[in-house]
């Protein structure tokens, strides 16, 4: 059976990450509480992201974090990824999972009602939710869709759901209100002056949130 966390999921930058490196923030992000990573560089090529995923690999070794690799699965599978995310500009998910193989958690990107309604949940494992907010870190989006768009997104889904875009700690009780498992986050970690710090603070929220 596939385990995974989806209550605080960090989206590597490399370009935030620039000062503190993608291995260096996972790091960080993980002490502080990061439930699930994903290794995200569209500029890296399969080659560099087969270098920096068993990087991190071995930071996330013993951890029981999975990570996931964007759109690539050449690159997660040579790197002994735990999993795989695609989008709908992507890899088809039925396409993305015979690959992978039946063990590989598979996640896709769901910004529409009826796309989240062609989920196959014998093919996909969970759904990015969203934009719930305009990003910077992924400008070619569909028009977000706020705490209520979200809400009808997550209902819609045969697979735990979680939210992405914009998000921050402020967020994590319209987010968990929604249905959501969890919230996805770029800059809310990569590039802070603090990684752990900032994983600290939503990790804590969702606790507080979830104790009621």
Do not use: W
């Amino acid at each position: 059976m596939k385990r995974f966390d989806l209550s605080l999921y960090l989206v590597l930058d490399p370009d935030l990450c620039r000062v503190r490196s993608m291995v260096e923030t996972t790091r960080a992000a993980v002490a502080g509480g990061a439930t699930i990573v994903q290794l995200r560089d569209k500029t890296a090529g399969t080659a560099g992201l087969i270098e920096t995923g068993r990087a991190l690999m071995s930071v996330l070794e013993g951890t029981g974090v999975p990570l996931i690799v964007n759109d690539d699965v050449e690159a997660a599978v040579a790197i002994g990824a735990h999993g795989v995310h695609v989008g709908q500009g992507d890899m088809p998910a039925a396409e993305a999972r015979r690959r992978i193989g039946p063990r590989m958690i598979l996640g896709l990107s769901v910004e529409t009602e009826a796309v989240v309604r062609a989920v196959d949940p014998a093919v996909v494992d969970y759904v990015g939710a969203g934009p719930v907010f305009a990003t910077q870190t992924k400008p070619d989006h569909e028009p977000p869709t706020g705490f209520d768009g979200l809400a009808r997104l997550v209902a819609l889904s045969p697979v735990p759901a979680v939210a992405i875009g914009g998000l921050k700690a402020d967020h994590v009780a319209p987010v968990l209100a929604s249905g959501a498992e969890g919230l996805a986050v770029v800059s809310a970690i990569c590039g802070q002056p603090d990684p752990e710090a900032a994983a600290r603070r939503i990790a804590d929220a969702i606790r507080d949130c979830r104790r009621g």
